[in-house]
């Protein structure tokens, strides 16, 4: 007899968006920010993109009232394309998912080595072995139960949320607006223009998104919420609060030091401008934090993996052992399979001396496909209903979600986005025994082989890309 699982409120599915979000980019957000736009563009840039996952934010709760039945993101890709397209979907989440967890093994261990020396800059031999045994400690906690280490995640999130509010109050003290407002639009002229502004706009996109990976968590557990909808308001709720937190973490310190002095800021940059603030003790107390953030992330993104893979198999997408749960209801072949991927990934990090910036740039382009799946179902769902009342709103609201992710994915390096398709290959064969255990004569479609066609086209230009330097590892 299956156990009766605990079901998830508001608060604890609400702590689960903010803390899938806030991770490790937040405590890096001034110069990687301050690297590519001033803070007029920067204030565009957030205007733009705020708007732009608002929308798949709203696609996301009318999606979940509509649709109650529908289990996993990458079921509304399933429902617009058939069963290959909830697997482009679903493989795309858990790709970015566990790539991930791959940046914040590497932060975490840069943010130690502040405190241990010897780990140098977080991809030498100690910090991969460090690493790996923080990654099987998570995937223990996780096999422990699902529900139980969402509510250790709210805790996490609660005391990592403190230490970004002393900083803003610092901040807020110490801010000088002659220092904010004298290099505002980044121009030659210092003057506005549409066409600089729109260029720094297209520099910060990957930052941007990488910081807004995870808004989906709670539709992601959305079968194990207390209700669909408390699902949807935590999503909704989440987003609101990401968004203030990100405003005042990014433009403040445009007040505090010149763009040129920020730019040149070691990670994490909130240590350094904190310290700046309040003495040596505000680097420390920082890097502490950003410590406790990459652990709530992380170990939200093991659950949210597994919670993928757990629910394409019960949908036939994946072979059935990936859907095999233990007797806490968790799938352990899943979480141990990825645990084994993520492994192989961190020892390459040896090889490496970019991997952060290599692995969110990787995580964050996957996502991407999840993303702009979720607003075309919204546009088929609004289209299908638009005699209803308020559907010409929704269908809009698909429309906007779609334009926007069809131009963050190619703003943010169409080269990233192509090495996905390497990774896809694998999932492929693993989409064809799935078929075949289920006695599927004819896997694909005419149309889903031109679609795997086109795969192998990206993953051969991304190799090529690799090889001639114009995607840097």
């Known amino acids: 007899m299956e156990k009766e699982n605990k079901k998830l409120g508001l608060l604890a599915l609400t702590a689960l968006v903010i803390s899938s979000s806030v991770g490790s980019g937040i405590f890096g957000i001034a110069?990687?920010?301050?690297?590519?736009?001033?803070?007029?563009?920067a204030i565009a840039a957030w205007i733009i993109s705020g708007a732009g996952v608002l929308m798949l934010c709203l696609s996301l709760t009318n999606i979940i009232s509509k649709k109650p039945e529908l289990s996993g993101i990458f079921s509304y890709a399933t429902e617009t394309f058939g069963p290959f397209g909830g697997f482009i979907s679903g493989w795309g989440y858990w790709l970015s998912a566990w790539l991930g967890n791959i940046a914040f093994a590497t932060?975490?261990?840069?943010?130690l080595s502040y405190f241990i020396p010897a780990l140098g800059n977080g991809n030498n031999l100690l910090s991969i072995i460090t690493a790996s045994i923080i990654l099987w400690i998570m995937c223990?906690?996780?096999n422990r139960g699902i529900e139980s280490a969402a509510f250790l995640n709210t805790i996490i999130t609660i005391c990592k949320l403190v230490p970004l509010l002393l900083f803003v109050i610092a901040a807020i003290i110490a801010f000088k607006a002659d220092i904010f407002a004298a290099d505002f639009w980044g121009t030659v002229s210092g003057n506005f223009s549409l066409k600089d502004v729109m260029s720094q706009v297209n520099s910060s996109m990957m930052v941007l998104m990488w910081v807004f990976v995870g808004i989906e968590g709670a539709a992601m557990m959305a079968d194990r919420a207390e209700t669909k909808a408390t699902a949807g308001k935590a999503t909704v709720l989440g987003l609101i609060g990401l968004l203030c937190?990100?405003?005042?973490?990014t433009l403040l310190p445009y007040g505090l030091m010149s763009r040129a002095q920020i730019c040149e800021l070691k990670q994490p940059a909130m240590a350094y401008l904190l310290s700046y603030i309040v003495g040596p003790w505000g680097a420390a107390f920082i890097n502490i934090a950003m410590i406790i953030s990459v652990a709530g992330c992380w170990l939200s993104w093991t659950m949210l993996p597994v919670e993928t893979t757990l629910l394409m198999a019960q949908q036939?997408?994946?072979?059935?052992?990936?859907g095999e749960v233990n007797d806490k209801n968790v799938p352990t072949f899943s979480l141990v399979f990825m645990t084994v991927l993520s492994q192989i990934f961190i020892f390459t990090l040896l090889f490496t001396n970019k991997a952060y910036n290599f692995a969110y740039?990787?995580?964050t382009a996957a996502i991407f496909v999840t993303w702009i799946l979720v607003c075309i179902y919204q546009v088929k769902l609004s289209y299908i209903n638009r005699e209803k009342k308020g559907e010409a709103r929704q269908l809009t609201i698909g429309l906007l979600g779609t334009a926007f992710y069809a131009w963050a994915i190619w703003a943010s390096g169409i080269g990233y986005f192509?090495?996905?398709?390497?990774?896809?290959?694998?999932?492929?064969?693993?989409?064809?025994?799935?078929g075949k255990e289920n006695g599927v004569e004819k896997v694909f479609s005419k149309k889903e082989k031109v679609v795997i066609m086109f795969i192998l086209i990206g993953a051969a230009i991304s190799v090529y890309m690799l090889i001639t330097g114009a995607i840097t590892v």
Do not use: Q
């Not at 937190?245 to 973490?249: C, E, F, I, K, T």
């Not at 090495?419 to 799935?434: D, E, H, R, S």
């Open 31 to 41: 110069s990687d920010m301050a690297a590519g736009t001033s803070p007029g563009a």
């Open 107 to 111: 932060i975490m261990m840069s943010a």
């Open 140 to 142: 223990l906690v996780v």
């Open 245 to 249: 937190v990100y405003l005042l973490l």
């Open 316 to 322: 036939n997408l994946l072979p059935k052992k990936f």
């Open 361 to 363: 740039s990787l995580c």
């Open 418 to 434: 192509l090495l996905c398709m390497l990774v896809y290959i694998i999932g492929i064969f693993l989409y064809i025994k799935a």
